[in-house]
C-alpha cells in the first residue's frame, strides 16, 4: 500500500493555547474574561477551522490592479483575493479595530483587541496589515486632527458594519528613502480660497493602496527641508464624484513575501488633501500611528510563531522517521523547545506593551510606566521581529522538504515572517530609536526598575542573568558616550535586543512562577530557563570600527 504522509491540522487556536489563556486568566478581571471568552473561543475554532482551510485552498491567489475599462477609462480598481474579502467582513464584525475604540473594558480594551488580533492573524493572510494602519490613522485622527476630520472618517475607521468601514493606507516610504522619510519629495500645494492642497509626488511603497483613504507626508511649497518641512495629511482615494481623487496605480510590488497584500507604487497628481495637524512637523506627527502599527507589528509577530509551532507539534506527531514519530526524536524536541522558549518571552513581552498602550489610553498609566513604554515600543517590535525571523526558519526546516512547498502552507509563514523586521522600521533603525528613547527619558532606570520588579516577584536565581545582563549595558553604554556617537551606534543593535530579552527573561521568570503557584503548571518556568540558555547578553564591550566598517566594505584589516 502506498504511503501517504497525513497533514498537520489545527484545532481551536484559543482553547488549545495554554499561554494566551494563562496569561488573560492572570491579567484581565475575572469577570471580564468570562465575558470575552466566547468571542474568543469562536475566533478561535475559525482561526484553525474554516479560516484556515480558506487560507490554504488560496495559497496561490493574488491580488490584481484592473488599469482600464473596457471603454479606455482609467479606473485603477483593485481586485482583491476571495480570501481576503471574507477576511475584511470577519475583521469588522469582530471589531479587530473597533474594540479599542469602543473601550468598553477601559484599560483593559487593547488587551481584548490584541487578544483578538493574535487568534486572527495566522489565517488572515496578513489582512492585519490594513487592520494596523486603520487603527494607526484612527489613533492619529483622535490626537492631532481636526473635529471635521474626525467626524469624517472615524465612524468608518472603528464600524463593525461591513458595509459602512473602511480601511485606511499609511504613504510614507518615496523612492529618495525607505527609513528616512525626512528627505520625502511630495509637494503639497495650496489650494486658491481653501484650506486644502494638492499632492504632487510618488508613494515607492504603499500597503493597502485599495484603502478609502490614507495619511501621508508631502512638504507644502516653501518649507524648508527636513522632517520638520513635512506635513502630514488626509486623503481620501475617491472624490465627491466617485473619480479617482488624483492617485494613480503605476504598478504592485512583486514581493517576496505577504503576497495576498497588494503592495503599489503610486503616483499623486494633484490629490486633494487635508492638513491632519498644521504645516510642519509632519514626521514627529506620525509617532502615534508608529506605536500602534508598531505594537500591531510585534503581537502579529508572536502570532506567527504560535502558528508555525502548532502545526509543527501536530506533524511531528504523524511523521515518522527512523523507526519513530518526530514527537519522540530527543534532537526534534529539544529543537522545537527553543523555538517555545523564544515564542513564550516573545508572547510576554509583547502584551507588556499591549497592557501599557491601554492603562496610557484610560489615563491610568504611572509616571514610570509611561517613561517604560516610550523605551519598551521600538524594543519590543524589534526583538519580536527578529525572534520570529530565526523562529519561522527553524519551524519550517522542520517539516523537511514539505516545508519548501507552496501548498502545504509552511513556507507562506516563512516567507511573510520575514518582513516582520523591515516595515515599521528596521531592526537598525529601531535600535536608533530606542537610543533616542533613552536620551528624552534621561535614564535607564525605568527599565531596569521594571525588569528588577518581575524578577523580584519570581523569586527565581536565575533572574541574576536578566539584571547581569542590564548591567553590562548600561555600563557598555556610558562608555560608548563617552567614546562618541559612531561608537554607540555601532552597538546599538545588540544593545536593544539585550534589553529586548533581559526585559523577556523577567517576564518569563514572573509569569513562570505565577503560573505554578496558581496553576500548577510548571512550563512557562522551563521556559524560562531554556530562554535564558539561548542567550540574553548579547553586548560587545570593544566595537572596533575600523576592523567593521573594513570588514563590512571587504578592505584589509586594519593592522594587518
Not at 30 to 58: F, H, Q, V
Not at 474 to 496: D, T
Not at 530 to 541: E, H, K, P, Q, T
Request: with cysteine.
Amino acid at each position: 500500500m502506498t504511503f501517504l504522509q497525513p497533514p498537520p491540522v489545527l484545532g481551536n487556536q484559543f482553547t488549545d493555547d495554554r499561554l494566551l489563556r494563562s496569561y488573560l486568566t492572570r491579567t484581565l478581571p475575572e469577570p471580564m474574561l468570562r465575558e470575552i471568552a466566547p468571542d474568543l473561543e469562536d475566533l478561535g475554532a475559525r482561526a484553525g477551522g474554516d479560516l484556515y482551510a480558506s487560507l490554504l485552498a488560496g495559497y496561490d491567489d493574488e491580488p490584481r490592479v484592473v488599469h482600464w475599462d473596457p471603454w479606455g477609462r482609467r479606473i485603477d480598481r483593485f481586485e482583491l483575493t476571495p480570501h481576503w474579502q471574507e477576511m475584511a467582513k470577519v475583521a469588522t464584525e469582530k471589531g479587530l479595530v473597533a474594540t479599542a475604540y469602543e473601550k468598553r473594558h477601559g484599560q483593559y480594551s487593547r488587551v481584548h483587541q490584541f487578544a483578538l488580533t493574535y487568534l486572527f492573524d495566522g489565517s488572515s493572510g496578513v489582512y492585519t496589515c490594513p487592520l494596523a494602519m486603520t487603527d494607526g490613522a484612527a489613533k492619529t485622527l483622535l490626537g492631532l486632527g481636526s473635529k471635521a476630520l474626525i467626524d469624517r472618517a472615524l465612524p468608518h475607521l472603528t464600524s463593525r458594519d461591513p458595509k459602512t468601514a473602511w480601511t485606511s493606507g499609511q504613504w510614507m516610504t518615496e523612492r529618495t528613502g525607505g527609513s528616512d522619510v525626512a528627505i520625502s519629495e511630495c509637494v503639497a500645494k495650496p489650494v486658491a480660497g481653501s484650506d486644502q492642497y494638492r499632492l504632487y509626488g510618488v508613494k515607492w511603497f504603499c500597503s493597502a493602496p485599495f484603502s478609502q483613504m490614507a495619511l501621508t507626508l508631502a512638504r507644502p511649497e516653501g518649507n524648508p527641508p527636513g522632517g520638520s518641512g513635512l506635513a502630514l495629511f488626509y486623503v481620501e482615494l475617491d472624490g465627491p464624484d466617485g473619480a479617482r481623487n488624483g492617485v494613480v496605480v503605476n504598478r504592485l510590488k512583486d514581493k517576496l513575501g505577504t503576497r495576498m497584500l497588494p503592495t503599489a507604487e503610486l503616483e499623486l497628481t494633484g490629490s486633494l488633501a487635508t492638513p491632519v495637524h498644521g504645516l510642519t512637523d509632519g514626521v514627529r506627527n506620525i509617532t502615534p500611528m508608529l506605536t500602534i502599527t508598531r505594537t500591531w507589528n510585534a503581537v502579529c509577530a508572536v502570532s506567527a510563531m504560535r502558528r508555525g509551532l502548532a502545526l509543527s507539534r501536530d506533524f511531528a506527531k504523524k511523521r515518522v522517521a527512523f523507526g519513530a514519530p518526530l514527537s519522540e526524536l530527543p534532537l526534534h524536541v529539544d529543537t522545537l523547545a527553543g523555538v517555545e522558549a523564544e515564542f513564550q518571552g516573545a508572547f510576554l513581552l509583547a502584551f507588556r506593551a499591549v497592557e501599557l498602550l491601554g492603562k496610557e489610553e484610560a489615563g491610568s498609566i504611572q509616571d514610570q510606566e509611561a517613561r517604560v513604554l516610550r523605551v519598551l515600543t521600538p524594543i519590543v517590535k524589534l526583538t519580536t521581529g527578529r525572534q520570529t525571523v530565526a523562529g519561522s526558519c527553524e519551524l519550517v526546516e522542520g517539516f523537511g522538504g514539505a516545508g519548501y512547498v507552496e501548498d502545504t502552507g509552511m513556507a507562506r509563514i516563512g516567507r511573510d515572517a520575514q518582513v516582520l523586521s523591515i516595515w515599521e522600521g528596521t531592526t537598525n533603525v529601531l535600535s536608533l530609536d530606542v537610543l533616542r528613547a533613552l536620551r528624552k527619558s534621561g535614564s535607564m532606570q525605568p527599565f531596569v526598575e521594571e525588569v528588577r520588579a518581575r524578577v523580584t516577584a519570581s523569586g527565581d536565581p536565575l533572574g541574576k542573568v536578566a539584571l547581569d545582563a542590564l548591567a553590562h549595558a548600561s555600563a557598555w553604554f556610558e562608555e560608548a558616550r563617552r567614546r562618541g556617537q559612531p561608537a554607540v551606534e555601532a552597538g546599538a543593535r545588540r544593545f536593544a535586543l539585550t534589553l529586548g530579552r533581559a526585559m523577556e527573561l523577567a517576564l518569563l521568570l514572573d509569569h513562570g512562577a505565577w503560573a505554578i503557584r496558581e496553576q500548577k503548571d510548571g512550563r512557562t518556568a522551563a521556559a524560562a530557563r531554556r530562554f535564558a540558555r539561548n542567550g540574553v547578553d548579547l553586548i560587545v564591550d570593544v566595537d572596533d570600527l575600523a576592523e567593521a566598517s573594513s570588514l563590512a566594505n571587504d578592505s584589509p584589516l586594519a593592522g594587518g
